[in-house]
């Protein structure tokens, strides 16, 4: 089975420049988690979510940040204009939520460097 | 803000020897889980658990959930090579969103 697809799995751009990322989720997961990851900062979720709908955004860093959703196998995380401090692993994650289900299932992630 | 503290932050042992690692909380958590991430790749969920005093095995590593779902550990026994990596607890903490801990980073040396 197809686990999470995320691409590409590295980029590197110029400060200023647009950087969109994607992801596939596992099919029949009605959640979907983007997270970025620093050695400063750990794990952070930026934005989940859930039945295709935004639920929870605030961990979005401003508004230079925008994610996607436009349906169930699909989602975009982009930054305009992308700053050197953008620099980190960006994961995409699923789940299938239910009562009491946090399971996630995570991507390979996105090693992202802005210079 | 329900946060997570793990420790130690880092560990380096030499193959063979047991290890116990901690993630500690002052709230209650309906769920907890156990991910391993190694260099370049995402984490992978090991175990969940659910029930107060709850010990979970996989193989040589042993999961306790604290009984009051604050707290849970994690025991490897004989550690490998192959069991390096960074080891993240995370929390549910509502509608399906979770916290996780900064981990603790296992080094273990042939």
């Known amino acids: 089975d197809a686990g999470v697809i995320q691409s590409p799995r590295h980029e590197v751009t110029e400060m200023g420049q647009e950087v969109t990322l994607r992801c596939k989720p596992i099919s029949g997961h009605n959640s979907l988690f983007w997270y970025r990851q620093t050695m400063m900062r750990g794990l952070e979720l930026l934005i989940y979510?859930?039945?295709?709908?935004?639920?929870?955004d605030s961990g979005m860093p401003e508004d230079r940040f925008s994610a996607k959703m436009p349906n169930a196998s699909f989602s975009t995380l982009k930054i305009q204009p992308s700053e050197p401090r953008d620099s980190a692993v960006y994961f995409c994650?699923?789940?299938?939520?239910?009562?009491?289900?946090?399971?996630?299932?995570f991507g390979p992630g996105t090693r992202l460097t802005v210079t | 803000t329900q946060l997570l503290e793990q420790s130690p932050q880092f560990l380096s042992i030499q193959e063979g020897e047991n290890l116990t690692v901690y993630c500690n909380s002052s709230s209650v958590f309906s769920s907890l889980q156990w991910y391993r991430q190694e260099p370049g790749e995402g984490p992978v969920l090991l175990v969940t658990v659910v029930t107060g005093g709850e010990v979970k095995k996989l193989k040589r590593l042993t999961f306790q959930f604290g009984d009051a779902r604050k707290d849970s550990s994690l025991h490897i026994t004989a550690a490998q090579p192959g069991d390096t990596g960074l080891y993240l607890c995370?929390?549910?903490?509502?509608?399906?969103?979770?916290?996780f801990g900064d981990g603790t980073t296992l080094t273990v040396k042939p």
């Open positions: 995370a929390g549910g903490v509502g509608a399906g969103k979770s916290t």
């Open positions: 979510f859930n039945n295709n709908v935004p639920i929870d």
């Open positions: 994650a699923s789940s299938l939520q239910a009562e009491s289900s946090y399971e996630q299932y």
